[in-house]
Nanobody
């Protein structure tokens, strides 16, 4: 069994910063990609950023230059550093991990979601 636990969301003023963390634990042999999606009220879930086990990154255009995804493979943890936050970044942020278990199963695991609200 695998669990992803997120932390770091909250309320911040426009222009502020937040750092999200997501730690994976359980029956994990290896992790391929890790990343973050977000979902705003009334909108579809969208990919924010992703990082491979080798450190290659991918960002949606609207967050490039403001968000940075970082990964600590030794801790099975992924971070999302969010700077220069805008009201349109308000959403529930979900982390995910592409996990290979000790039984050789390959599956996606999801965090519980953390609310990020950008408002004055």
């Amino acid at each position: 069994q695998v669990q992803l636990v997120e932390s770091g969301g909250g309320l911040v003023q426009p222009g502020g910063s937040l750092r999200l963390s997501c730690a994976a634990s359980g029956s994990i042999s290896s992790i391929y990609a890790m990343g973050w999606y977000r979902q705003a009220p009334g909108k579809q879930r969208e990919l924010v950023a992703a990082i491979t086990s080798g450190g290659n990154t991918n960002y949606r255009d609207s967050v490039k230059g403001r968000f940075t995804i970082i990964r600590d493979n030794a801790k099975n943890t992924v971070y999302l550093q969010m700077n220069s936050l805008k009201p349109e970044d308000t959403a529930v942020y979900y982390c995910y991990a592409d996990i290979v278990s000790y039984r050789g199963e390959d599956f996606l695991s999801w965090g519980q979601g953390t609310q990020v609200t950008v408002s004055s």
